[in-house]
């Protein structure tokens, strides 16, 4: 059973960073593309970072030299650095998964930054 569990949010003061983790289980990380969302109140589902299995990634423009993601396959952890936090970063942060043709979500991880 595949499992994604999101940790490392919390409040946080605007301009400050944060580091998600993102920890599988039940599956090889080495194969799966990976990747970040989140989910703002009142807002739909959007996509932050991805990683693909052989390290290739691409971020929304709004998160471009802000956020890092990047995965340690041994540690099967998924992170997201997050710097120079915005206000409007406030969401909810999900971890997604691809992995032999199906999809797998995390609970998420609640950010907050205040201004």
């Known amino acids: 059973q595949v499992q994604l569990v999101e940790s490392g949010g919390g409040l946080v003061q605007a301009g400050g960073s944060l580091t998600l983790s993102c920890a599988a289980s039940?599956?090889?990380?080495?194969?799966?593309?990976m990747g970040w969302y989140r989910q703002a109140p009142g807002k739909q589902r959007e996509l932050v970072a991805h990683?693909?299995?052989?390290?290739?990634?691409n971020y929304a423009d709004s998160m471009k030299g802000r956020f890092t993601i990047s995965r340690d396959n041994a540690k099967r952890t998924v992170y997201l650095q997050m710097n120079s936090l915005k206000p409007e970063d406030t969401a909810i942060y999900y971890c997604?998964?691809?992995?032999?043709?199906?999809?797998?979500w995390g609970k998420g991880t609640l950010v907050t930054v205040s201004s």
């Open positions: 997604n998964g691809r992995y032999t043709n199906m999809e797998y």
């Open positions: 039940g599956l090889i990380l080495s194969f799966a593309d």
């Open positions: 990683i693909t299995s052989r390290g290739i990634t």
